[in-house]
């Protein structure tokens, strides 16, 4: 009845090295006091500890399998980390799902303020009588190009493309009919300029053919994760593949590639394609027949000599 609760994450933390680290670094955070006993330090805690901590996350981990296979001698790691330090089942989030667990897990905070409440969540629609469902850990929107990192195209206005352009041919033509072809410096300069005009308006043509915004998989993640707000701290991290962690501002002092929830090279949310050459697929090409369970592609490939 209640085994889903302890079946969403998996979780290691291993203490290397020096272990105050609980307090003097993570819980050291602007605006937190200190414990009693210990008089408030002016040092930033990375200099106060050189202890290290290790969180290792398994989506889906359930601590009764996980105790079992320790006890077969399966996993030998984890059951010396579990001799050495506390082990135990923990209860996970309400609802019990993935996205939910991992924002919780990732901020300190229940899904009433992670702004992650579920795969699902009801939409309430202006002039709609009833709620109807809507996906409750991701969003689409259209960002500006400016505010897009790593748009694939300038989010220049329209008079600053086309000073662009005109600067760029008049640099160009000047050269081409001056010191290439000899013209003289009034020609040249007359020829120069009047293909600057025609760049200048071509490039200002050209900008109301580009977007002005850009589609966005968003993140609804309301709350700070614990690696940002170690690293305002002074303690520096790295994050590998963390769940519901992509669509935030890079962050000074931890270093995070983004993993479960993370869109896909075409703007999508985890699209993916596997090429097999399995000999029970048939698809050859995306479309109905190839589509799986979790919002891939599956496509046949033909082996050849």
């Not at 605006?31 to 050189?50: C, D, I, R, T, V």
């Not at 001698?73 to 980390?81: C, E, T, V």
Request: aromatic share 8%.
């Amino acid at each position: 009845m209640h085994s889903h609760l302890h079946r969403v994450a998996f979780l290691v933390c291993v203490p290397l090295l020096a272990s105050d680290w609980g307090h003097s670094r993570l819980c050291a955070q602007p605006g937190l006091p200190e414990p009693a006993g210990k008089a408030p330090s002016s040092q930033p805690a990375a200099a106060q500890s050189s202890g290290r901590v290790i969180v290792l996350g398994i989506d889906g981990g359930d601590f009764r399998t996980a105790k079992s296979l320790m006890e077969q001698g399966q996993l030998p790691n984890f059951a010396a980390l579990a001799e050495q330090g506390t082990a135990g089942p923990l209860s996970t989030t309400n609802p019990a799902e993935s996205p939910v667990s991992w924002a919780s897990l990732n901020c300190g905070q229940n899904p009433a303020k992670t702004g992650v409440p579920g795969f699902v969540v009801r939409s309430f629609e202006e002039g709609q009588a009833s709620p109807l469902p809507s996906i409750g850990f991701f969003g689409n929107e259209q960002r500006a190009l400016d505010q897009v990192r790593g748009a694939p195209l300038p989010g220049w206005s329209a008079g600053l493309l086309a000073g662009v352009c005109a600067l760029a041919a008049l640099a160009l033509f000047g050269v081409l009919f001056r010191f290439v072809l000899r013209v003289r410096a009034v020609p040249a300069a007359v020829l120069s300029g009047a293909l600057a005009a025609l760049a200048a308006v071509g490039g200002y043509k050209l900008r109301g053919y580009l977007p002005e915004h850009y589609p966005v998989v968003t993140n609804r993640l309301e709350t700070v994760p614990f690696w940002e707000q170690a690293a305002r701290a002074g303690v520096r991290g790295v994050v590998l593949d963390a769940a519901q962690a992509w669509d935030r501002h890079d962050f000074e002092g931890c270093d995070v590639l983004a993993g479960l929830g993370v869109p896909d090279a075409r703007g999508n949310y985890n699209g993916f394609t596997l090429y097999t050459t399995d000999e029970f697929v048939f698809a050859r090409a995306p479309g109905p027949d190839s589509s799986t369970p979790s919002a891939g592609d599956r496509l046949r490939l033909e082996e050849r000599d």
